[in-house]
């Protein structure tokens, strides 16, 4: 099974809504030799990509996106095991929360795994995290770098108060702050006007930034 | 809340429960039926439709806005848009059926409703779905991290393992060790044991000796009262004979008595020494002592055995006068030279006897009386201080044989310790013997008892 043909089919089966093929799909290409790192960024990403490509052209709904998302998020917990198996995790600690809700947390666990795979230490706290709890983790474990996500408008004052409340609890000392998600896809400046140290489109370019901007 | 939109709309639209709404071809809101407005909490009256849509619903709209009035539908799309709606805090997909009207100027968008309580169950969905993929991540992760902590602990076990036994094999060589050392331990104290026992042995053996000696003594100087008596009678009696006291003696009488009083005075001289040895030996021997000048001494000692020398035929001198003054008892030292002389006479056959006084690096008396006889071979001389030992020599007389008491020596020693000094002897066979006395310039303290050896 070649990366492409695993695409397609993987995509089929999601919007098909049959976990139990999309699963299968995943473990075929798995046994084909497709590392980890190929399905997220060759299967899962380009699929969800391709998911709201599909919702812009109106051939499918908001039900299907989020039966699409659904699967993929299992799909991706099904390769936990595989994900963390022997690392190390010595490299740069990485916090993520996600300031939406849950529907919208995957493309930030995807960055996180990606990071993961890389050597990162990550630990993503999802979405609902209140402010001040993220505060308190972020200067008791002292991390490289804490990555916020956002998908639309109305959350980004959250994104904005947990920026400014890490840096006011940790004056000179804060992390590196990366922020993402859909909401800043069509604002280049948001980002740096909401606080932020960097931002990303993707998974593929979150992972090069940071490590271009952590050096450990 | 803008109410102008509304007379115009038919009751039947204005009771539907879901949005309703039409649009210019530009997409202005030209009207609605009132139910948006009061589901975002704003007006949308006379506004273009795209300010209360999100970024990527603007695009829907423009795609639907630039169809071509009448098209039939796509069979590829959904019959319904969905559309994100931007509230005041809030962003929510919203299905409209498009539908223009017949001269194509008026999109009308009608709202597919849904029972608002089916967003609930899919955010519900959506939540109980993603917390299962993040604890899943949490596991999955904390399961990696317990494995690594595992085998680190596996690999500690293992090293420990390795050290226990390392630690087993040094406890088992240092158990072995700890049994030598004990068996060592109990070597030791079975000598110290045997050496107790031997020393016990040692000192009753030295009780046991100490008690014979002065038994010995004690027997001595009663011996010798006893035998002193009888003695003196013996020799009173034979000068009162030689006297012709009691009548004139024949000449074979005279050589009797001769004979008779001759070993008299043996037997006095003997009981006189084992008298002197007793003393010695029971620390009575007091000494006297005085300013003594050896040579003058020495010279009057040869002055009274110058008869003997001249009926032995022997040459007897002093040699290289020094004047050597040494505090000490006259009588004892006397008795010391009278018995070295006498001695050098008696053995030496003849030979010349020379008398040597000299200083000691000490500052006191060395005395040497050496003679040119037969010498004592070296197996001998380790003895002759000895009590009772006499030499055997080769042209042994009779009378030469039965002079002396065979205790002059041993006496002669024991006396020059007394004085704090020391004797001994030196000899070459064939050519002569030395006899060495020396003594202290004063006698030490402690000098006059009887076991009391000389410092060296």
Same mark, same amino acid.
């Given at each position: ?19 139990? $093929? ?78 939406? $809700? ?18 990162? @230490? ?63 896809? @069509? @604002? ?29 | !809340? ?14 539907? &429960? ?28 006379? #506004? ?30 959904? /019959? ?35 029972? &608002? ?18 604890? #899943? ?24 393992? %390795? ?10 060589? !240092? ?47 009663? !011996? ?5 008596? /009888? ?84 040459? !007897? ?13 006259? %009588? ?26 000299? %200083? ?83 006698? /030490? ?12």
């Amino acid at each position: 099974m070649t990366l492409d043909e695993a695409r397609e089919r993987y995509l089929a089966a999601v919007l098909e809504g049959s976990r139990r $093929t999309a699963f299968g799909v995943v473990d075929e290409a798995f046994h084909a030799g497709i590392g980890l790192r190929e399905l997220y960024l060759g299967v899962f990403q380009p699929a969800m990509r391709d998911i709201g490509r599909l919702w812009q052209e109106n051939r499918i709904t908001v039900a299907d996106e989020h039966l699409a998302t659904a699967i993929t998020q299992a799909a991706m917990a099904r390769l936990y095991d595989e994900l963390f198996r022997g690392g190390g995790a010595a490299g740069p600690l990485l916090i993520a929360a996600c300031a939406d $809700t849950e529907r919208h947390e995957l493309g930030l666990r995807m960055i996180c795994d990606v990071l993961e795979m890389e050597g990162w @230490d990550t630990v993503f706290l999802g979405a609902t995290v209140p402010v001040e709890d993220l505060v308190a983790m972020v200067r008791e474990r002292r991390p490289h770098v804490v990555a916020l996500s956002a998908s639309i408008a109305p959350h980004l004052p959250r994104v904005r108060a947990t920026i400014d409340a890490i840096r006011e609890a940790m004056p000179g000392a804060a992390p590196l702050i990366a922020v993402g998600g859909r909401a800043f896809a @069509d @604002d280049p400046g948001l980002a740096e006007r909401l606080g932020a140290d960097l931002t990303a489109a993707d998974a593929v370019q979150a992972a090069r930034l940071l490590k271009e901007r952590v050096s450990v | !809340m803008t109410s102008a939109t509304t007379p115009g709309l038919p009751p039947v639209l204005r009771a539907f &429960p879901g949005a309703v709404l039409a649009l210019d071809r530009a997409g202005m809101v030209l009207e609605s039926n009132g139910y948006l407005e009061r589901a975002l909490e704003r007006g949308v009256g006379g #506004q273009p439709f795209a300010t209360v849509l999100d970024p990527a619903s603007r695009r829907k709209l423009d795609a639907i806005l630039a169809r071509e009035p009448r098209a039939g539908q796509d069979p590829a799309a959904v /019959p319904a848009w969905e559309l994100m709606l931007a509230g005041r805090d809030t962003l929510e997909p919203r299905s409209f059926y498009p539908v223009w009207d017949d001269g194509g100027d008026r999109l009308w968008l009608v709202e597919c409703p849904r029972d &608002p309580r089916f967003d609930a169950l899919y955010e519900e969905l959506a939540a109980v779905n993603s917390e299962q993929a993040n604890t #899943q991540r949490q596991l999955a992760k904390e399961k990696a991290r317990l494995a690594r902590a595992l085998a680190e602990l596996e690999r500690e076990l293992t090293e420990n393992e %390795r050290l226990s036994r390392a630690l087993q094999g040094q406890n088992e060589e !240092m158990e072995a060790q700890n049994q030598e050392l004990l068996a060592m331990t109990e070597e030791l104290h079975a000598g110290q044991d045997q050496l107790l026992a031997t020393n016990q042995q040692l000192e009753r053996r030295t009780r046991e000796l100490q008690i014979a000696l002065n038994a010995r003594s004690r027997f001595y100087s009663a !011996m010798n009262h006893e035998l002193r008596t /009888p003695i003196n009678a013996v020799m009173g009696y034979n000068d009162l004979l030689l006297a012709e006291v009691y009548g004139s003696l024949s000449e074979q009488q005279e050589l009797a008595v001769e004979r008779s009083q001759r070993a008299a005075r043996h037997l006095r001289e003997l009981v006189d020494d084992v008298l002197d040895l007793s003393r010695l030996e029971l620390g009575k021997a007091e000494l006297a002592t005085q300013d003594v000048d050896a040579a003058a001494l020495v010279d009057d000692m040869l002055d009274t055995l110058r008869p003997v020398a001249a009926q032995a035929g022997a040459e !007897m001198r002093r040699v290289d006068g020094e004047p050597v003054r040494v505090v000490t008892d006259p %009588r004892r030292l006397r008795q010391i030279v009278l018995n070295l002389l006498s001695n050098a006479l008696k053995y030496g056959q003849g030979a010349p006897v020379w008398a040597r006084v000299a %200083r000691g690096a000490d500052g006191g008396l060395v005395l040497e009386v050496t003679d040119g006889g037969p010498g004592i071979p070296q197996e001998d001389l380790g003895r002759i201080f000895d009590e009772f030992v006499q030499l055997a020599r080769e042209d042994n007389t009779e009378s030469a044989g039965r002079d002396g008491t065979g205790l002059g020596l041993s006496i002669a020693r024991r006396m020059a310790h007394a004085l704090g000094g020391t004797l001994e002897a030196a000899s070459t066979v064939g050519v002569g013997s030395t006899f060495r006395l020396t003594l202290p310039p004063a006698p /030490p303290l402690a000098a006059g008892r009887p076991n009391d050896h000389p410092r060296s």
